[in-house]
């Protein structure tokens, strides 16, 4: 079972960018794509642990700050060396000018 | 691809580690040998001075591909052993317990060793080194809270080390022969970022200091200055670069600079013999000129590199250089070529962060400097490497305006 959880404002991200999420101990990534969909991911590279959000978004793709570490936020699929653990992905709705992420129960 | 004599790998750090990998990615399917005089398995150096002292991350963290990755690729791992000698007439290697083995191509990726302070002393116990895991493991019981820490030389090493040791409760207190920090490296504004940075949070920094030698009974417990002043210390961590090791390669009659010679196409004088990673001098995209950069990104590059060159391709190594190094809280980047600017524009960032661009007369981007908090600067610098490699014409004005995104720059939003 997962439950829905208010990550930000809809306006808290501009397009193709993204923004750090931190809860109950845990950090997430949530990404707002040039077409206006919103996704989201674990907040840290799976390489080493930094945090995506001071990462560079490109279309669909996230850059890690640091090395060259490359996913497709939308699948959370890494793209290449140094990085090769995909990110975990997690479901995404919109709701009262809200964007809400589900969270599998603890 | 699939000949009856191995390529062989010298060197399994990170370059070594990383081309290995890469050729099997790439498609090779002959017999590949990896040989490092360290029992480890190849890794990334960068945790060594900041996660691996602190705790926050395990050595193994570090490791470039498993145990079984390398086993069930079929790459031969011969850790422990050196290289004694290259045969480039036989096209044979010996090692040092005289075994000789027979190599299609041959890969130097042999890395550099942490130069050594040639003064009185230097061989006392407690005057320590970081430029391996072992180095590091070494270090690490150190630094606790009440030990006195001297670092010699104010370069990233000596810096990181130095953030690390305050931040596990050491007095801490860096001698730097120059004039200001990582001068090499840095623009001078950084340089006094980082000094002001040092200083705020407990470290003393002495520049334009000369040491004369370290004293001790067995073990050491000062550092003698060359004007006779007497620093009392626990541990010294010298850190004063690296000496490339290139002695296989001259004693092999290829050709050595600053590094072992190699062309565009990471190739050197002898055409069957490659050198990548802090070993190798490459020249540079832009000017041409030989060059030898000790990075994380040049390691990982040229390693993967040099992986597509050996099965064939021929496209030159043109890879933009770039670095970090983080301190205490905060962090600075680097890419491109600062050294041929013709002028310097300056973005003042919140938090007394600063973005500082580098634009040749064409007013076209040749390098960017970045210091803040955390990794804030990071997507500006990796947007100013988009712009480098854009060749776009830029507006300076639109460059100092923190109001002015790099990312509206290259997609050309922003009218110039």
Known sequence: MSHWIAACDVDDIEQEDVLRFDHAGRTYAIYRAPDDQFYATAGTCTHEKVHLADGLVMDHII???????????????????????????????????????????? | MNHPAPIIIVGAGHAGGRAALALREQGYAGRLLLIGDESHLPYERPALSKQLLLDSQPADACHIGSAEQYQTQAIERLAGVRVAAIQPQARRIRLHDGRELDYHRLLLATGGRARHASLPGADLAGVQLLRTLDDAAALRPRLHTGQRLLVVGGGFIGLEVAASARQLGCAVTVLEAGDRLAARALPPLISEKLLALHRARGVEVRLGCQIAAFRGDGSVSAVALADGELLACDTVLVGIGIQPNTELAAAAGLAVGNGIRVDARLRTSDAHIYAVGDACEFPCPVSGQPQRLETWRNAEEQGRHVARTLLGADDAYAALPWFWSDQFDHSLQLAGQLQAAANCVTRALPDDGVLLFYLDTAERLQGACGWGAGNSIARDIKLAEMLIRSGKALSAAALADPACSLKSLLKGVTSV
């Not at chain 1, 850059?63 to 995404?92: I, M, W």
């Not at chain 1, 919109?94 to 969270?103: D, F, K, Y």
Request: some cysteine.
């Open chain 1, 63 to 106: 850059e890690c700050p640091k090395h060259n570490g490359r996913f497709d936020y939308r699948s959370g699929k890494a793209l290449g060396a140094p990085v090769c653990v995909n990110l975990q992905t997690y479901p995404v709705k919109l709701e009262g000018g809200r964007v809400w992420i589900a969270l599998a129960d603890a």
